[in-house]
């Protein structure tokens, strides 16, 4: 058991332990934690009465919930009259539950702040119809079968819905099930994922300690992301963890509006006064900066892809984190910080106001000195009032903040340069540059060994493989512990060995690779995208392998033994054909209209956060599943948010593509709303990663501009309905490359790319001379592949079919014509012999 991270208070002439506010009043630490506490578990009934079919109501369930565990709380006793009153339904005429029938005006006060919180929160469901009735085992439906952009969709009906079983995240399968509309989780499974939830809070939570809130958040998180917080409605895609979520950081906003500008009750009760602001932030250039690696000579390319991604992606999280630090509110108020985005819940007053632009000023000026302006942010912010938060209003409140996010881009390093601060002040002091960046002065005078930034990264991209914790302190645990802002100055460290951490007081401990927390430390978990391919000893011990030996080059690489990662050049070597690496870049479509308006004005601040935290669930916890599964030697280069860049053998990257987009399709519950746009690209394994990032990117751009949903290969769009017949084309031409006799030959391979390039002209431009592509195939199939008496001469009919049907109409053999580039080139490079040494 750790030891109890005491409150860190000063004393008071009533002997309490007290915090002094900037207005000069007093309130307790313990208040404010308890305060957060009732907030996040102010629902927590609601869990009791659908596992154990208890009938009483949620909110005395709750108080109950607290009285059982009332050594785990500061204040239980101000938790348990917090979460007992907080329900101000018109559906209940009793009173005496109600915030007003609180005697003491301070804890009368604290739970007007819960239960107004609790009905902004709740004022999302407003337009959902009630079904008459109550389901407590109704599963949670999935928010995606709610996204609209103009495609129909038929994915639901009125017999089915696709929900959610129950499970924790990140280890259970968070793909929704299509079940029947009277669906009910059996009583069984629901209190065994209950009784799970339970005996872990008991385990975490044997006493409290400062920030227990933000723990308490996370175990919600990992149990209850798949219960739904209303059973009574047609829809129930709100979980009770996002809503309770909601709930803690609306709550935290007002009780510090109140501390700045006074407890008195009329204010406390005034719902039309605006306590909040939504903030936004958005960090440029992150992809550029993660793949702008110039050369792999000099070792450790796959470690510092991966260090430098990690390093560069966590710094959204760490900017949201500080600043929630900074304001001393909870995790809670970060709604979402994911793919270079964050947005966050803060107080509407003055000084919340000077604190933010203070420190988004310092994070402006700390990104040109550690970046060099290539990552640069940009902020936006809008007030909140009750009515924004209902459904038909938040998609407003989007659209104006990313209004005023745009305008705020154009001109995001204003501030630094009003302020006049150091811009691009590196001095190389007649060093060379960096030969992996070029970007940094190398270390070494006589010979340019890698910069410190690019070191840096190789090591954390060797830690991720074992290190379990990411922590953030004030103090560094290393010296690769990765800076983050000064004054104070913030470290980020890896580290194993979660019994050290109770005695070095960090700020923020989060899981890579589980959801396993922390007793009586303030910790969370954030999934990392992590798969590497590794040789098995089985794989060292094959022919294959025999092969591979010879053609490296055993001064530049070491024999590998079993559980080595495979380098770029292993993994091209596993390749069909030529060794190549395939490098696959996607992202999903239409991202920002998703959010904006594919809710169909019923946006609202969970349905944001369950959207982003599922999207980058997918990226982060599913697509490593799919990798382990079926395509082992799959490198993860980046993951995150709603874009990716993966690296692997040429040809099981292709096929990985359309994988993708088919697991993709099954997590969004077939909804055809929400779709993939990627681009393959293939690549000596000796081409820099910025090279070949920079050009997929470019192919990748071919996709999106070409109507999106589609795939781009060997420079051609092919939309993802197209991509069985693609397929299907590759593999008739390599089975006829392959055959010793009556299959089609190089030549003739080479002749069909060319009467392809012709038909495509055709298609293009309608020049009529084009159309000689169809006398000049009739001709070579009837001389090279048909008999005199009209018989294919082909052992593959299937083939000999397909290629006659090139020479229907033009317009009926348009699509097979416009594949046929890319199965070509499928065809050429998986038939290659390799080059033995």
């Not at 659908?50 to 909110?59: D, E, M, S, V």
């Not at 337009?127 to 952009?149: C, E, K, M």
């Not at 060994?449 to 074992?466: F, H, M, N, R």
Request: with cysteine; charged share 25%.
């Amino acid at each position: 058991m750790a030891t109890r991270a005491h409150f860190s208070l000063r004393s008071h002439e009533n002997g309490d332990r007290i915090l002094a506010t900037q207005r000069g009043e007093v309130f307790t630490l313990e208040e404010y934690e308890a305060f957060l506490c009732a907030a996040l578990l102010h629902d927590i009934g609601k869990v009791y009465q659908r596992a154990y079919t208890q009938k009483t109501r949620h909110w005395d369930l709750s108080a109950a919930f607290v009285e059982a565990y009332k050594s785990s709380f500061p204040n239980a006793e101000l938790v348990k009259v917090l979460v007992a009153h907080h329900h101000q339904s018109p559906l209940y005429t009793d009173s005496s539950d109600r915030p007003e029938s609180i005697e003491d005006a301070r804890t009368r006060m604290l739970a007007y702040l819960i239960s107004h919180a609790d009905n902004f929160s709740a004022s999302e469901r407003a337009q959902s119809d009630r079904v008459g009735g109550y389901a407590p085992g109704t599963p949670l439906h999935t928010v995606f079968s709610q996204i609209d952009v103009g495609r129909p969709f038929i994915g639901e009906t009125p017999e089915t819905l696709y929900c959610y079983e129950l499970g924790k995240i990140p280890e259970a399968s968070t793909h929704p099930k299509q079940v029947g509309r009277g669906y009910q989780h059996p009583v069984s499974e629901y209190e065994h994922h209950v009784d799970a939830f339970l005996g872990e809070f008991r385990t975490l939570f044997s006493e409290p300690y400062s920030h227990m809130s933000d723990t308490l958040l996370s175990l919600i998180q990992k149990y209850l992301w798949c219960v739904p917080s209303d059973v009574t409605r047609e829809c129930s895609d709100i979980s009770l963890a996002d809503h309770s979520k909601a709930t803690c950081a609306l709550a935290a906003c007002f009780y510090k509006f109140h501390e700045e500008f006074g407890w008195i009750e009329d204010s406390v009760k005034d719902t039309s006064i605006s306590k909040a602001l939504l903030v936004c932030g958005d960090l440029s250039g992150i992809q550029d900066y993660i793949y702008g690696t110039t050369s792999i000579g000099h070792g450790g390319v796959a470690k510092r892809l991966r260090g430098r991604s990690f390093r560069v992606g966590l710094l959204t999280e760490l900017i949201a984190t500080r600043m929630l630090h900074e304001l001393g509110l909870p995790m809670a108020c970060k709604i979402m910080a994911a793919g270079g985005q964050f947005y966050a819940l803060v107080p509407n007053t003055q000084h919340a106001k000077n604190t933010l632009k203070c420190y988004l000023d310092s994070v402006q000026d700390w990104l040109v000195e550690s970046y060099q302006g290539e990552i640069t942010a940009s902020f936006a912010s809008t007030e909140l009032h009750h009515e924004s938060l209902s459904q038909g209003k938040f998609d407003e409140v989007l659209d104006e903040l990313h209004d005023e996010l745009s305008s705020a881009k154009l001109r995001r390093m204003e501030s630094v340069f009003n302020r006049g601060s150091c811009v691009l002040s590196m001095e190389f002091q007649g060093r060379p540059a960096c030969p992996v960046c070029d970007r940094r002065p190398a270390q070494g005078d006589d010979e340019a060994l890698p910069c410190s930034q690019c070191e840096l990264d190789a090591v954390l991209g060797q830690k991720l493989l074992s290190h379990k914790w990411l922590v953030i302190s004030e103090k560094p645990f290393d010296k690769n512990s990765v800076k983050f802002l000064d004054n104070p100055t913030w470290y980020a460290s890896l580290t194993t060995d979660a019994a050290e951490l109770s005695h070095t007081n960090p700020i923020y401990c989060l899981n890579l690779k589980s959801s396993d927390l922390l007793p009586g430390l303030r910790s969370g978990f954030l999934p990392y995208p992590q798969y590497i391919p590794t040789w098995s000893e089985e794989e060292l011990n094959s022919e294959k392998y025999q092969s591979y030996l010879k053609h490296i080059d055993r001064e530049e690489e070491e024999i590998p033994e079993p559980g080595d990662i495979k380098n770029f050049s292993a993994l091209a070597w596993a390749s069909t054909g030529d060794d190549l690496l395939g490098v696959l870049r996607a992202d999903v479509d239409h991202l920002g209209l998703v959010f904006s308006l594919g809710m169909r004005g019923q946006a609202s601040l969970s349905r944001v956060t369950t959207l982003s935290t599922m999207l980058n669930l997918f990226f982060a916890a599913e697509l490593p599943k799919l990798l382990r599964c079926e395509f082992r030697d799959t490198y993860v280069a980046y993951a995150g948010g709603d874009d990716l860049m993966l690296i692997g053998p040429w040809d099981a990257t292709i096929r990985l593509s359309k994988r993708l987009t088919e697991e993709f399709a099954k997590f969004t519950a077939n909804n055809p709303n929400l779709t993939i746009s990627a681009a393959v690209g293939t690549y000596n394994p000796r081409v820099p990663i910025a090279t070949s990032s920079v050009r997929t990117g470019e192919l990748l751009e071919k996709s999106k501009s070409g109507g999106r949903d589609r795939l781009t290969v060997f420079d051609t769009t092919v939309p993802w309905t197209d991509f069985s017949l693609l397929e299907h084309w590759a593999e008739m031409l390599i089975r006829s490359l392959q055959r010793s006799e009556n299959g089609i030959s190089k030549a003739f391979l080479y002749r069909l790319f060319n009467y392809q390039k012709q038909a495509e002209r055709y298609f293009d431009s309608g020049d009529d001379q084009a159309l000689l592509f169809r006398p000049h195939l009739a001709y070579d199939i009837a001389r090279n592949y048909t008999s005199d008496e009209g018989e294919p001469l082909l052992d593959d009919t299937d083939l000999y079919d397909a290629l006659k049907s090139l020479l229907g109409p033009p317009e009926e053999a348009e699509k097979a014509w416009r594949i046929l580039k890319a199965a070509i080139a499928w065809s050429s490079y998986a038939t290659r012999e390799r080059k033995e040494d």
